[in-house]
């Protein structure tokens, strides 16, 4: 397990809680890339897109990761 050490009981809920915020953001990258190039890097000609972006919004998902992600697509 994690050990008597503080740090190493905090590691290892960070380390899984990172892994599926990760997973997620992941997800949500790819979703905003497809969306992007299907109908283009606008979220306000674009529904697809500004539906995917309000729920990487939700998740906390960084702007810059989702600005990344439209210049991705685009």
């Keep these: 397990?994690?050990?008597h050490s503080k740090w190493a009981t905090i590691k290892h809920a960070k380390g899984l809680a990172d892994a599926k915020r990760g997973k997620l953001f992941t997800k949500f990258?790819?979703?905003?890339?497809?969306a992007?190039?299907?109908?283009g890097g606008?979220?306000?000609s674009n529904p697809r897109l500004r539906t995917v972006i309000i729920k990487a919004r939700a998740a906390n998902m960084p702007k810059d990761n989702i600005d990344r992600a439209i210049k991705?697509?685009?």
């Excluded at 990258?29 to 497809?34: F, R």
């Excluded at 992007?36 to 109908?39: D, K, L, N, S, T």
């Design 1 to 3: 397990m994690s050990g």
């Design 29 to 34: 990258i790819k979703e905003i890339s497809i």
């Design 36 to 39: 992007a190039r299907m109908g």
């Design 42 to 44: 606008d979220p306000n």
């Design 72 to 74: 991705k697509g685009t």
